[in-house]
Nanobody, 117 residues
Framework: QVQLVESGGGLVQAGGSLRLSCAAS????????MGWYRQAPGKQRELVASITRDGSRAYADSVKGRFTISRDSAKNTVALQMNSLKPEDTAVYYCRATRVGVSGYYWGQGTQVTVSS
């Protein structure tokens, strides 16, 4: 079992920055891909950014050039640096992780990000 604990959400004005963090409670050798997803009211949950064990990154087109995902595999943590925030970035952000050799996903409880115009 993997528990994911997120932190760093909040309220920020458009153009501002926030940094989200997620810590996974599991063996450092068992976590595979880690990522951030978000869900706005009335919308489906969508991928924001992900990073694999070897450091390969993927971003949603809507956040490229503004968000940066990073990972500390020794500590089983993943962070999302969000710059130039827009009101449309407002959503609940969820951390997700997969385990090596295990199907399925693990989700954090979510953290609210609100960007005011």
């Amino acid at each position: 079992q993997v528990q994911l604990v997120e932190s760093g959400g909040g309220l920020v004005q458009a153009g501002g920055s926030l940094r989200l963090s997620c810590a996974a409670s599991a063996s450092i050798f068992s976590i595979d891909t880690m990522g951030w997803y978000r869900q706005a009211p009335g919308k489906q949950r969508e991928l924001v950014a992900s990073i694999t064990r070897d450091g390969s990154r993927a971003y949603a087109d809507s956040v490229k050039g503004r968000f940066t995902i990073s990972r500390d595999s020794a500590k089983n943590t993943v962070a999302l640096q969000m710059n130039s925030l827009k009101p449309e970035d407002t959503a609940v952000y969820y951390c997700r992780a997969t385990r090596v050799g295990v199907s399925g996903y693990y989700w954090g409880q979510g953290t609210q990000v609100t960007v005011s115009s």
